[in-house]
């Protein structure tokens, strides 16, 4: 031991902290050698315990073998509280896999989080502090250094830049100047998740509605008269019943042809159960409601969370650019091979959970089976939208007023993660406004170097809902 470490006595108990784990003196003595590698690779790398996220220990293995960690436990810094990790649990070489703990015990501003081998008494590692995180408390660099506190990143590498871990925001990359984009009146409230195909722009509804949107002539967007559209069309899960909470749209490499798809957090019928989907519709369907032809319920997969702070936001990726840019496939801890998942929409699918700021990747097969590729943390307390925008290559991560409006992008970088490429204050000219919907036109549109953006306002504002500004090219 160095002359760095401290001595510290509570509740009867000698602890030394080094420079981030929490060792109990004689912890690991008899630990049985089938042990001995899995004690000292997987390591408690960041922890989260501020309200605006529920409460979540993340682990990491920083060894070079698989780990099976099943009937591992969890606990704070009262013995009676355990959270037991599932069985079949494993942590690949390099892996971060996180537990929202919320369900069984608290993380309070002045506590600890501790690991157990599966006998509830040997301790594998340890850490204590003394106020929040804010919003996360991150070892820097991941599985050996020092915690302290960064950017949100639960399930992928640690933000371990300066300034608290976040990328420095920068002024909007487009104009300042923000105008209405719809005539006054016509949405109401609750306009949530867009996307724009051509001269086509798909509007999301939390009342389990989907539009169609066309061009008004002005540059801004009107209700398609034609085809039952004038009023959006009801959305209906498989079967006809139920009432989905849709929060965003996405369309496929297909276009609407392909269908629409649509994240739901819940059944609004329903609407204090947790129901966590994606829905896709034939949207060439006639009449004035759209029933789903699948759904892929990702709710046993998914952290819990409030019932209305689910998904909020989704996007599609394509398999060429993830397989170009290196993506690795967190089921396999390799480079991602779409030909492993067989017949499937030719992309990746990317929700994000308002509640966390959590962003999920899956695989969503043709036969209604899913599997998740990725984890990834935004940086910010909540995920309204999310948004690919093929021309730059990048995913967009919009927050609403519960973040003053910020936008984050986010690339492959050379490990093969997303991480933050840039963080966005909102235009200049634009209010803190709800915006829970964000769509970037094609590079089609782009003129002198700017192409138009759009925003939908959940709250509808001065009686508009969508809002039009510009971005770079």
């Known amino acids: 031991m160095t002359a760095s470490i401290a001595l510290r006595r509570r509740r009867g108990l000698t602890r030394f902290l080094v420079a981030g784990p929490l060792l109990t003196v004689g912890a690991l003595t008899g630990v049985p050698a089938a042990h001995a590698t899995a004690a000292d690779d997987i390591r408690i790398n960041e922890v989260v315990t501020t309200g605006g996220v529920d409460d979540s220990i993340e682990l990491y293995n920083k060894g070079t073998a698989t780990i099976d960690v099943s009937g591992w436990i969890l606990k704070d810094d009262d013995n009676s509280s355990k959270y037991k990790i599932v069985s079949g649990t494993t942590l690949a070489p390099g ?4 537990f929202d703990v919320h369900g069984k015990f608290g993380l309070g501003s002045d506590d600890e989080a501790r690991l157990y081998l599966a006998d509830g008494t040997t301790l594998v590692d340890g850490f204590s502090w003394s106020e929040h995180s804010a919003p996360s408390w991150s070892r820097c660099p991941d599985g050996t250094g020092a915690f302290g506190k960064a950017a949100l990143t639960l399930g992928t590498p640690n933000d371990c830049g300066t300034g608290g871990g ?10 300042g100047t923000v105008g209405t984009a719809d005539a006054a009146d016509v949405f109401g409230q609750d306009l949530s998740g867009l996307h724009q195909e051509g001269g086509v722009l798909w509007g999301a509804q939390n009342s389990g509605k989907l539009w169609r949107l066309v061009r008004d002539g002005s540059g801004g967007w009107a209700p398609d008269t034609s085809g039952g559209w004038s009023s959006g069309k009801a959305l209906r899960f498989p079967g006809g019943s139920g009432t989905p909470d849709s929060e965003g749209v996405t369309l496929t490499g297909s276009g609407s042809a392909g269908g629409a798809f649509v994240a739901s957090e819940r059944d609004s019928d329903a609407s204090g159960t947790s129901r966590l989907s ?76 308002e509640g966390t700021g959590m962003i999920y990747g899956y695989v969503l097969a043709d036969s209604g089976t899913y599997t998740r590729v990725a984890a990834l943390g935004s940086g910010m307390s909540g995920v309204m939208e999310l ?3 093929p021309q730059a290559a990048r995913l967009w991560a919009v927050c609403d007023d519960t973040c003053d409006g910020r936008h984050r992008t986010l690339k492959v970088d050379a490990s093969g993660a997303f991480t933050t490429s840039a963080v966005y204050d909102r235009p200049g000219g634009m209010p803190d406004y709800n915006n829970e919907g964000f769509a970037v036109a094609g ?23 969508l809002r039009k500004g510009t971005i770079t090219c």
């Open 278 to 353: 994606v829905l896709k519709y034939d949207v060439a369907a006639t009449g004035s409601t759209l029933t789903s032809s699948r759904e892929w319920n990702l709710t046993p997969d998914l952290p819990s969370t409030g019932s209305n702070l689910g998904l909020e936001g989704i996007t599609w990726i394509p398999d060429t650019y993830l397989t170009g840019a290196g993506f690795k496939d967190a089921a396999t801890g390799t480079a991602y091979d779409p030909a492993r998942y067989g017949a499937h929409s030719g992309g990746v699918f990317f929700v994000a959970v």
């Open 166 to 175: 976040g990328t420095t925001p920068v002024a909007w990359p487009g104009s």
């Open 95 to 98: 892996a971060f896999r996180a």
């Open 387 to 389: 948004q690919w925008e």
């Open 443 to 465: 590079s089609d549109e782009c003129v002198a170097g700017s192409k138009p953006v759009y925003w939908a306002d959940d709250s509808e504002d001065g009686g508009h809902a």
